[in-house]
């Protein structure tokens, strides 16, 4: 009787992921764990680590079919595998950005291109470390473009199981600018620089706001396939934003659509950090080359925008080089406040936004054409 | 002389050749795209487009 009620027992526990549970296991729970703390108690993207960080544990924890082929954080993941989610991303962006100060300044795009050396400098030393690809140093550099859903793009292109160390280091780099950006700002700029007041941007027309798309998707389309999914959906979800005559489609893609789709992306990032396959040396290079990835972009954008001032009249601050690394608008709001730290008068935060949007595409440009030298379509 | 569409080579000389390229070809197409931005302002001479008359039209 006791036998039976023993074997029973162990049949019961078999059942379970009890026995199959790994200190790597553990490691990544307390992982998931922290990415938790951070966006409860220190608030970085509370609307992306919770999810990361729940369905990571989840991930870690043995005994469900959850993450394996056929369950449904699998079907998550599956959305990012078909390069679907992304886009939807972009659609929702499209509609709650403006591009007015783009287009009101566009001298100000080249910032945009100019803050992504940093893509460059992780490509070339992941390929030094002689441990990586190029399609994987691609895809751990394109982390420099501080663009989430550019970086989930085009790592599923490039080096797919790379997915889970790319999407968390570009989360998380993104969330903790703040503290990234301004040593490597003042650093390279004099107190004179950094107080330096904008002139007033000109207004831009209603015409212009829905001409714009069109513009910028025929372009993208035409000179970069590769990427024309992202940046079709993004001057969609714009389109819809800037005719003011679709509103609800527009605040359903904005905030209903773009709620749903930010759920499944968590879900399905998170659920690629099992263990075995994110608890690796590379993960280490991947997360400190993307570091790198993102000091070298603000660097760049800021000598850049130095640059920029050799040839003009009217100078501008070299806060707003910092701004073209993309990741809207965390990074305009980081240039506003290091200049307003040098002068509580100066507010740079709409001349930021400028090379910031400009960022986006300068992340997508130089996304489509890595794809395109890769061969990948 | 035949110019064949290639591949970067997966080596370290091809992530120097792809970085310059890409990051040449990125200033290149991003200027162009900013001075297509400055044409923009023209079409204000086409006439005028007015929130309320789009508002108005659904």
Redesign the interface.
């Known amino acids: 009787m006791i036998e039976q009620f023993l074997g029973l027992l162990l049949a019961l526990v078999d059942q379970t992921g009890l026995m199959s549970i790994t200190p790597g296991n553990l490691l990544m729970i307390v992982v998931g764990g922290v990415l938790i703390y951070l966006a409860l108690a220190k608030k970085y993207e509370p609307f992306l680590l919770i999810g990361i960080g729940f369905s990571c544990i989840v991930a870690n924890v043995p005994g469900s079919d959850l993450t394996a082929p056929g369950g449904l954080f699998h079907y998550a993941y599956s959305g990012l595998e078909k390069v679907i989610i992304p886009p939807l991303i972009f659609l929702g962006v499209g509609a709650m950005v403006d591009f007015g100060p ?2 009101a300044r ?2 100000l ?2 910032l ?3 803050a ?2 940093g ?3 992780a ?2 030393l ?3 470390t002689g441990m990586f ?3 994987e ?2 895809a751990i550099g394109i982390i420099g473009g501080a663009d989430g859903p550019m970086a989930i793009f085009v790592t599923m292109k490039l080096a797919p199981h790379l997915l889970p160390q790319v999407a968390v280091a570009a989360y998380s780099y993104m969330a903790l600018m703040p503290l990234i950006q301004p040593p490597v700002m003042k650093l390279l700029t004099t107190k004179a620089e950094r107080s330096i007041e904008m002139t007033q941007i ?1 207004h ?5 706001k ?3 798309p069109f ?2 998707a025929i ?1 993208v389309n035409l ?2 396939p590769p990427v024309a999914p992202l940046i079709t959906m993004l001057m969609l979800g714009n389109l819809l934003r800037e ?4 509103e609800r489609l527009a605040k359903t893609v904005a905030n209903d659509l773009m709620n749903v789709i930010t759920i499944i992306l968590t879900v399905a990032v998170g659920s690629t950090m099992a263990a075995e396959t994110f608890l690796t040396f590379k993960t280490l290079l991947i997360l400190g080359l993307g570091l790198i990835a993102f000091i070298g972009g603000t660097a760049s954008g800021v000598i850049g925008a130095k640059m920029m001032n050799w040839f003009l009249k009217d100078k501008i601050n070299p806060l707003l080089g910092s701004a073209g690394i993309a990741s809207v608008p965390i990074a305009a709001r980081v240039a506003h406040v290091v200049a307003l730290k040098e002068n509580p008068y100066n507010f740079i935060i709409m001349h930021a936004m400028g090379p910031n949007l ?1 960022g986006v ?2 992340t997508a ?2 996304g489509g ?2 794809l395109a ?3 990948v379509k | 002389m035949e110019i064949v569409p290639m591949t970067v080579p997966d080596t370290l000389e091809g992530a120097y050749v792809l970085s310059v390229v890409d990051f040449f070809l990125s200033i290149v197409i991003i200027w162009a795209i900013s001075l297509v931005l400055y044409l923009l302002p023209y079409l204000n001479k086409l006439g005028d487009v007015t929130d309320e008359s789009l508002k108005g039209g659904h």
């Open positions: 783009m287009i566009p001298s795009m080249i945009g291109a100019a992504h050396a893509i460059f400098i490509i070339i992941a390929k030094a690809t190029i399609a140093a691609g000109r831009v027309t209603r015409l212009e829905i001409v714009f513009v910028i372009i000179l970069l005719v003011l005559m679709v400009a595409f300068g440009i130089s054409i890595m030298l890769l061969g």
